[in-house]
């Protein structure tokens, strides 16, 4: 899986958009972004994940650059909530193998949200 | 639909002892995966079973070992606990009947303190 760089922390007011860049200069044309956050102490929570496409959903959106090798996450109106550690991973899409099963976890970005 | 739940939550044991996890995939799901999560070396991947049978393994030493019944239902295994085995170790689940989507779902967790 390609190797994927993100701050170590970013602040971000309540309300504010919070965006989270990450950079994967080296992903493969089959290999997805993905998006996870961990509240502390917490099993890590699936955001969103796109492979070439802006990706919406109810939590958050995924802005891929053309050249995919970097992405940004978006939390529109971050709240305190959202205080996590986010991670970035790259991976190919099914493969029901199973080669593809194991998630591959940096050290993340610490979003610390505040009043 | 309910989701990952994994049991105990906390669980404290004494070296040399062994241990076992259990978890409860998210209904309809046939893939289970396991991963440690330690302050110092983050989250690694341990290995991950689909029908019964482990088809990725993480680099960990033979005393941790799984298993998956006919329901998707897993355990985990350690054996001769040693100080280092504490940890927050996590199950995910993916690959529902229905459809290829791989997207892993993590549960709660299972806090292990070896004394």
């Known amino acids: 899986d390609a190797k994927t760089t993100q701050p170590t922390s970013m602040d971000c007011a309540e309300g504010r958009a919070a965006n989270l860049p990450c950079n994967h200069s080296?992903?493969?044309?089959?290999?997805?972004v993905y998006w996870y956050r961990q509240i502390h102490s917490q099993g890590p929570q699936y955001i969103i994940h796109g492979l070439k496409n802006n990706e919406t959903n109810e939590m958050a959106s995924l802005i891929i650059t053309e050249d995919r090798k970097s992405s940004t996450l978006i939390l529109p109106h971050a709240t305190l909530r959202d205080t996590a550690v986010y991670y970035c991973?790259?991976?190919?899409?099914?493969?029901?193998?199973?080669?593809?099963?194991?998630?591959?976890f940096g050290t993340g970005t610490r979003l610390q949200v505040t009043l | 639909k309910a989701g990952v739940t994994q049991t105990p939550r906390y669980l404290i044991k004494t070296r040399g002892q062994q241990v076992t996890l259990s978890c409860s995939p998210i209904?309809?799901?046939?893939?289970v995966s396991w991963y440690q999560q330690t302050p110092g070396q983050g989250l690694q991947f341990l290995f991950e079973y689909f029908s019964e049978t482990q088809r990725n393994k993480g680099n960990f030493p033979g005393r941790f070992s799984g298993r998956q019944f006919s329901n998707s239902r897993s355990e985990m295994n350690v054996s001769t606990l040693e100080l280092g085995d504490s940890a927050l170790y996590l199950c995910?689940?993916?690959?529902?009947?229905?459809?290829?989507?791989?997207?892993?779902?993590f549960g709660p967790g299972t806090r292990l303190t070896v004394l």
């Open positions: 209904s309809g799901h046939r893939s």
């Open positions: 995910a689940s993916s690959l529902p009947r229905d459809s290829p989507t791989d997207t892993q779902y």
């Open positions: 991973i790259v991976r190919v899409a099914n493969d029901l193998t199973g080669t593809a099963s194991k998630l591959t």
């Open positions: 080296t992903i493969s044309g089959n290999e997805y």
